[in-house]
């Protein structure tokens, strides 16, 4: 039975007759509907014939001369006698017959493809003197020497599968050689550890299997790593070796630049492939039981191998340089698809993938998001660093639980309010030039909010938002925390859950609103106008508190935070350190910019430092 790769080198070569074998043959005598005058074998005469539109009637040599292209493929031919009159064929096909005497093809000097496959060939002593040969298909021969092919010169694409043949030191000699098919042989050591090395080092594609079972792996580094996973360091990798193994990881400590033979891998679910100098997937093609394919860091460009892969249920193509996903359209059995990183513009082919649950895009070239409406599957989206202005068709995609967002061109999010209430659970839209959020009051079961560097002033949106436990709002325009205030609600409080809250870089000089956030383990206000720390004294539960860039002396109140363990208090007014003494769980103060009394530099820094508390301090 031909192999896969025994089939890709016939269509490199533009070859046809790579199919079975057992065709039976027409009449050697006779073809009905055709004249019988001037080949000695009636079937390659109605096949002439046939290609110059003459079924009947006189073949005059010019006649003869004029055809350049025979296609004579499972014709039942038996005897060659006669081509020679066809004294400028450039492409003959030959194969699926029952030729053994290549004598007459002598004549030929103009050939330049010629496909034997599948006859009963056992010598190429005839076809020498076809200097001019480019492409040649020996497959399913009895030929057990090639050395008649020395003086093929030209030959670039050269199958030989499924023969006798042992010694190929002959084609190391054919120096415009480019993919030679050697599978089904039995080939000599030599052969094996001298010749095929040295044809690989010269660039030559190689695809072999031999009798044996062994597989021969092109590039010596790819096969060091399937070795490892086969757990098998010497003696011939056989194909009960390879179908052994289920995972398999190539990364750039192992220089692997050439996956053929990989495709040996029948039983291979997962394969990962990181900061590889590999480009070609094609011998990917006939991995159909792969699961799982990551590649990442590796400029691959070309998917088309991936088309049929029709049990891959997740694949990452994170900066794999990819512009063209269209070859992905038709791995609907996906299930996660990451694309960060690459120079994708358009998502069309997306529109397929309908049982997409996850999708990343982030930093790439979208602007659109429409295809995606019919992903109603789809659970988390990941779209960050783009150029993305519409949310308009977000709402139609019922089950997202997660929206990525953030460093997008994003100005107007009205659309946002038509979204399922229950949904979503994490949103990120920062770093958009963003002003208004009230369309967001409607999504109340908010869990994780990001609105850090947009333009926002206006808080109200959020009062009603009870089961916040992650909100960032640095980097916006607020001066007014009032509408966060916990008293006087219901349910236990508006966020009363809310874990980490960051408003640095705002225009914030009042905490008042937040006294009563007593679960909050986090807290940041950087660069803001806070003076006074009341407000958080007895929040029991923050361990993280940083409040560089503000106008704060008075420490006092920190004492009874007593879970803090580290504080940013760079650049404010800070003088004495006293209260820190009381906070037994402290690991860490950073004190820089601070006009620090002489007894706190000289004594207060030391004996923090004596409880091996570090302590930043630029004096």
Same mark, same amino acid.
């Given at each position: 039975?031909?192999?896969?790769?025994?089939?890709?080198?016939?269509?490199?070569?533009?070859?046809?007759?790579?199919?079975?074998?057992?065709?039976?043959?027409?009449?050697?005598?006779?073809?009905?509907?055709?004249?019988?005058?001037?080949?000695?074998?009636?079937?390659?005469?109605?096949?002439?014939?046939?290609?110059?539109?003459?079924?009947?009637?006189?073949?005059?040599?010019?006649?003869?001369?004029?055809?350049?292209?025979?296609?004579?493929?499972?014709?039942?031919?038996?005897?060659?006698?006669?081509?020679?009159?066809?004294?400028?064929?450039?492409?003959?096909?030959?194969?699926?017959?029952?030729?053994?005497?290549?004598?007459?093809?002598?004549?030929?000097?103009?050939?330049?493809?010629?496909?034997?496959?599948?006859?009963?060939?056992?010598?190429?002593?005839?076809?020498?003197?076809?200097?001019?040969?480019?492409?040649?298909?020996?497959?399913?021969?009895?030929?057990?020497?090639?050395?008649?092919?020395?003086?093929?010169?030209?030959?670039?694409?050269?199958?030989?599968?499924?023969?006798?043949?042992?010694?190929?030191?002959?084609?190391?000699?054919?120096?415009?050689?480019?993919?030679?098919?050697?599978?089904?042989?039995?080939?000599?050591?030599?052969?094996?550890?001298?010749?095929?090395?040295?044809?690989?080092?010269?660039?030559?594609?190689?695809?072999?299997?031999?009798?044996?079972?062994?597989?021969?792996?092109?590039?010596?580094?790819?096969?060091?790593?399937?070795?490892?996973?086969?757990?098998?360091?010497?003696?011939?990798?056989?194909?009960?070796?390879?179908?052994?193994?289920?995972?398999?990881?190539?990364?750039?400590?192992?220089?692997?630049?050439?996956?053929?033979?990989?495709?040996?891998?029948?039983?291979?679910?997962?394969?990962?492939?990181?900061?590889?100098?590999?480009?070609?997937?094609?011998?990917?093609?006939?991995?159909?039981?792969?699961?799982?394919?990551?590649?990442?860091?590796?400029?691959?460009?070309?998917?088309?191998?991936?088309?049929?892969?029709?049990?891959?249920?997740?694949?990452?193509?994170?900066?794999?340089?990819?512009?063209?996903?269209?070859?992905?359209?038709?791995?609907?059995?996906?299930?996660? =698809?990451?694309?960060? @990183? #690459?120079? $994708?513009? !358009? *998502?069309? %082919? +997306?529109?397929?993938?309908?049982? &997409?649950?996850? /999708?990343?895009?982030?930093?790439?070239?979208?602007?659109?998001?429409?295809?995606?409406?019919?992903?109603?599957?789809?659970?988390?989206?990941?779209?960050?660093?783009?150029?993305?202005?519409?949310?308009?068709?977000?709402?139609?995609?019922?089950?997202?639980?997660?929206?990525?967002?953030?460093?997008?061109?994003?100005?107007?999010?009205?659309?946002?309010?038509?979204?399922?209430?229950?949904?979503?659970?994490?949103?990120?839209?920062?770093?958009?030039?963003?002003?208004?959020?009230?369309?967001?009051?409607?999504?109340?079961?908010?869990?994780? =909010?990001?609105?850090? @560097? #947009?333009? $926002?002033? !206006? *808080?109200? %949106? +959020?009062?009603?938002?009870?089961? &916040?436990?992650? /909100?960032?709002?640095?980097?916006?325009?607020?001066?007014?925390?009032?509408?966060?205030?916990?008293?006087?609600?219901?349910?236990?409080?508006?966020?009363?859950?809310?874990?980490?809250?960051?408003?640095?870089?705002?225009?914030?000089?009042?905490?008042?609103?937040?006294?009563?956030?007593?679960?909050?383990?986090?807290?940041?206000?950087?660069?803001?106008?806070?003076?006074?720390?009341?407000?958080?004294?007895?929040?029991?539960?923050?361990?993280?508190?940083?409040?560089?860039?503000?106008?704060?002396?008075?420490?006092?109140?920190?004492?009874?935070?007593?879970?803090?363990?580290?504080?940013?208090?760079? *650049?404010?007014?800070?003088?004495?350190?006293?209260? &820190?003494?009381? /906070?037994?769980?402290?690991?860490?103060?950073?004190?820089?910019?601070?006009?620090?009394?002489?007894?706190?530099?000289?004594?207060?820094?030391?004996?923090?430092?004596?409880?091996?508390?570090?302590?930043?301090?630029?004096?």
């Amino acid at each position: 039975m031909k192999i896969l790769a025994a089939l890709l080198l016939c269509a490199t070569m533009g070859l046809l007759g790579c199919g079975e074998r057992n065709r039976v043959p027409l009449d050697a005598t006779t073809v009905r509907g055709f004249e019988h005058s001037f080949f000695a074998d009636a079937a390659l005469e109605a096949a002439v014939r046939s290609a110059l539109g003459r079924p009947r009637g006189v073949l005059e040599p010019a006649v003869l001369s004029a055809l350049e292209t025979l296609d004579a493929t499972e014709r039942g031919i038996v005897d060659l006698e006669g081509i020679g009159q066809v004294t400028d064929l450039r492409q003959l096909r030959l194969a699926h017959n029952q030729v053994r005497d290549l004598t007459p093809l002598r004549a030929l000097d103009s050939l330049r493809v010629l496909d034997l496959a599948d006859n009963r060939v056992f010598s190429l002593t005839a076809i020498a003197p076809l200097s001019r040969l480019t492409h040649l298909n020996l497959d399913f021969n009895l030929l057990r020497s090639v050395a008649s092919l020395r003086s093929l010169s030209s030959l670039q694409v050269l199958n030989l599968g499924s023969n006798r043949i042992r010694d190929i030191s002959v084609l190391v000699e054919l120096r415009q050689l480019q993919s030679v098919e050697l599978s089904g042989n039995p080939l000599a050591t030599a052969a094996l550890d001298e010749h095929l090395p040295a044809l690989v080092r010269r660039g030559v594609q190689v695809s072999l299997y031999t009798t044996a079972g062994q597989v021969f792996i092109p590039d010596l580094r790819l096969e060091a790593v399937i070795r490892r996973a086969a757990n098998k360091n010497l003696g011939g990798l056989t194909r009960e070796d390879l179908g052994r193994i289920s995972r398999l990881r190539i990364t750039a400590d192992d220089r692997v630049t050439d996956l053929r033979g990989i495709n040996f891998l029948r039983n291979l679910r997962i394969l990962e492939i990181a900061e590889s100098q590999v480009r070609d997937l094609s011998p990917l093609a006939g991995l159909v039981n792969l699961g799982t394919l990551r590649i990442t860091t590796t400029s691959v460009q070309d998917l088309t191998a991936l088309t049929d892969l029709n049990r891959l249920t997740l694949l990452t193509l994170d900066e794999a340089a990819v512009q063209d996903i269209a070859p992905l359209a038709d791995i609907q059995s996906l299930q996660v =698809l990451s694309l960060r @990183g #690459n120079r $994708i513009s !358009d *998502l069309q %082919a +997306l529109t397929e993938l309908t049982g &997409l649950l996850r /999708l990343d895009i982030t930093d790439n070239e979208v602007t659109d998001l429409r295809p995606l409406r019919l992903l109603q599957l789809l659970r988390v989206l990941h779209a960050d660093m783009n150029s993305i202005a519409d949310v308009t068709d977000l709402p139609l995609l019922r089950n997202l639980e997660e929206i990525h967002l953030a460093k997008n061109l994003i100005t107007d999010i009205s659309p946002l309010q038509e979204m399922d209430l229950r949904s979503p659970r994490i949103l990120d839209l920062s770093d958009n030039a963003i002003e208004d959020i009230s369309a967001l009051s409607r999504l109340e079961r908010m869990n994780d =909010l990001n609105l850090s @560097g #947009n333009q $926002i002033e !206006d *808080l109200t %949106a +959020l009062e009603s938002h009870a089961f &916040l436990r992650t /909100l960032d709002l640095s980097g916006n325009q607020i001066s007014d925390l009032s509408p966060l205030g916990i008293n006087g609600s219901g349910r236990g409080g508006r966020f009363g859950s809310l874990r980490i809250l960051d408003v640095s870089n705002n225009q914030i000089s009042d905490l008042s609103p937040l006294a009563d956030y007593r679960a909050l383990t986090l807290l940041r206000f950087l660069h803001n106008q806070v003076s006074d720390l009341s407000p958080l004294e007895g929040h029991n539960n923050i361990r993280e508190l940083d409040f560089a860039g503000n106008e704060v002396v008075d420490l006092s109140p920190l004492a009874k935070v007593i879970q803090l363990r580290r504080i940013g208090a760079v *650049l404010n007014r800070i003088e004495d350190l006293t209260p &820190l003494f009381d /906070l037994r769980s402290l690991e860490f103060v950073a004190l820089s910019g601070n006009p620090l009394s002489n007894a706190a530099v000289a004594e207060q820094v030391a004996a923090l430092r004596e409880r091996e508390i570090e302590v930043e301090l630029v004096e």
